[in-house]
């Protein structure tokens, strides 16, 4: 089924976070969600896994199975790089993890606490907890931030295999990974304030 996001927006008290937004995403479709800081990416990503109500407009047609990778690492400090990845899925095995840590050149780190892995690591770790699981529909909130061209590389050519024929959205600054990933580009623009003079 197709995603279909209707008049969808979200203000917080006085300030708006996303302007009213209506897009459909077909099912198996790549989108690429662009637009500069503050302009509500973040928000919709959030809207779309439920964690925030919207204060107007509607979603529907979201699937069940969900993955995302957060703005934020969100990793289990004290438990080790394999565990946070299998914490994406309670049915993921561990050859599947560890696959994924190979793919992502994270295999020796695998034992390592998450609390010691660097800032490139951690997110490639996030971005391995998602894709471990299988799912209809990845929602990934920059999860290529903070790596270096190689990792990137690797990191990107992981997702477009592991999220072949599902439904993606991807939030990122950079036209180059839309333009690997083979997305639609959806702009979103900042959020006009409104001032009671
Ligand atoms: P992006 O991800 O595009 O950079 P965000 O979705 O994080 O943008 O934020 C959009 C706007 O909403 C920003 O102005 C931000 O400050 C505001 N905002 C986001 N979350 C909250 C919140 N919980 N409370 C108040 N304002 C928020
Ligand atoms: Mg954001």
Redesign the pocket.
Known sequence: MDIRLENLS?T??T????SPLSLTIEKGERVCLV??????????V?LLLGLIEPTTGTITGLPEKVSAVF?ENRLCPDFSLLTNVLLGDRKATKEAALELLLRLGLQEAARQKAATLSGGMARRAALARCLVREADLYLL?EPFSGLDEATKLAAMDTLRTYTKGKTVLL?THDKREAAYLSCRTVT?TK?VVEKNL
């Open positions: 979200k917080y008290g300030v708006p976070a996303l637009g500069p800081s503050g302009c509500g990416k973040t928000t919709l959030r703005q909130d939030v979103l959020p």
